[in-house]
């Protein structure tokens, strides 16, 4: 299973990016998907996070401004970031829950992250 992340960029602040994550391989359903993201010297943080059914939570930080959307049909993740601020900056990594076959539990996977890059 691999999960491929696309999307980040430089921006100026108050701009606009869209990133995507495309789950590919074997694949039997994915259950939770979501980013999360890394700033220098500091943890890795939830994003936001959308549900098989469309249930999504996001952080304080974003709500508001970032819109979480999901394609099941592709087991493409989207991350809408709207009015982008200097502190978003940050590595960007898209993660799934998802099941292999019908009989393995689900198991949590992680895209190779993405650059975004906000200019003041």
């Known amino acids: 299973v691999q999960l491929q992340a696309s999307g980040g960029g430089l921006v100026q602040a108050g701009g606009s990016l869209r990133l995507s994550c495309a789950a590919s391989?074997?694949?039997?359903?994915?259950?939770?998907m979501g980013w999360y993201r890394q700033a220098p010297g500091k943890q890795r943080e939830l994003v936001a996070s959308?549900?098989?059914?469309?249930?999504?939570n996001y952080a304080d930080s974003v709500k508001g401004r970032f819109t979480i959307s999901r394609d099941n049909a592709k087991n493409t993740v989207y991350l809408q970031m709207d009015s982008l601020k200097p502190e978003d900056a940050a590595i960007y990594y898209c993660?799934?829950?998802?099941?292999?076959?019908?009989?393995?539990?689900?198991?949590?996977?992680w895209g190779q992250g993405t650059q975004v890059t906000v200019s003041s």
């Open positions: 993660t799934a829950v998802l099941f292999r076959t019908s009989v393995i539990g689900a198991g949590s996977y």
């Open positions: 391989g074997s694949i039997f359903g994915i259950k939770n």
């Open positions: 959308i549900t098989s059914d469309g249930n999504t």
